[in-house]
């Protein structure tokens, strides 16, 4: 996916040339997977292509905003939304979730981020790809921060973790007020380990769901799983 300047979905196509973070399968499974039909409103928090955002809108009729920091993200992101069936009601803004959440007033029943990873790791040269992977401009703490500000009483924060990442993740918004509801372990193939997990938190403690999914059969032949989760949006399974 990565290697493209666009990316074909069923409904919309994605332009992601001038996009640091192109799509990947983690945004992908994200977007498929978030359940939006109770929300009357959604925020994607680190917006990137617009990829999020268009996903969510397909499957719900509600308004949809986006954030992003990075000016031609923002452009590209906003020319990706202009083209799409739902441009009447996406909108993005370009500015940090931080100075986002301080001019805003109301609240979101669904917000998605499939955030920065590589707090621990060497950080990338180019400064745009530092900004995409690594968490120099969005680190969990201002993530959960953001969330809990800007989450209605009854809504869900969803967001795509490497499993390592994800215990410090918890411990870190269970500190702020955010309590894992679900979580959806994802494996590459059955017989590997657990690589990434999609996190549910809302305001109030409830009885953790927790449920297994596996991406492959083998090298790139999808599951039963996963041909369904994408089949509303992936042109060829």
């Given at each position: 996916m990565a290697g493209r300047g666009y990316f074909q979905f069923k409904q919309f196509q994605v332009n992601q040339e001038h996009c640091a973070m192109k799509i990947t399968t983690d945004s992908c499974l994200l977007g498929a997977y978030v359940p939006v039909g109770q929300a009357s409103t959604i925020l994607d928090i680190g917006a990137g292509t617009g990829v999020l955002a268009l996903m969510l809108a397909q499957r719900s009729t509600c308004w949809v905003d986006a954030v992003e920091i990075d000016r031609d993200t923002v452009c590209q992101a906003e020319a990706n939304m202009l083209q799409s069936p739902w441009r009447g009601r996406l909108q993005i803004y370009e500015a940090s979730v931080q100075n986002f959440m301080g001019g805003r007033v109301e609240q979101y029943d669904c917000i998605v981020s499939n955030p920065p990873y590589y707090s621990q790791s060497q950080l990338s040269v180019q400064r745009k790809k530092k900004i995409a992977w690594h968490d120099v401009t969005l680190n969990f703490y201002d993530l959960v921060h953001a969330a809990k500000r800007l989450l209605s009483n009854e809504g869900t924060f969803h967001l795509i973790l490497p499993f390592l990442e994800t215990q410090r993740f918890i411990d870190i918004a269970v500190e702020q007020g955010l309590f894992p509801v679900e979580r959806l372990n994802?494996?590459?193939?059955?017989?590997?380990?657990?690589?990434?997990?999609?996190l549910s938190l809302s305001h109030h403690t409830k009885t953790l769901i927790e449920k297994d999914f596996v991406l492959y059969q083998d090298h790139q032949v999808y599951t039963h799983q996963a041909r369904t989760l994408f089949s509303p949006?992936?042109?060829a399974l």
């Open positions: 994802i494996a590459p193939q059955a017989d590997r380990p657990v690589n990434r997990v999609i949006y992936y042109l």
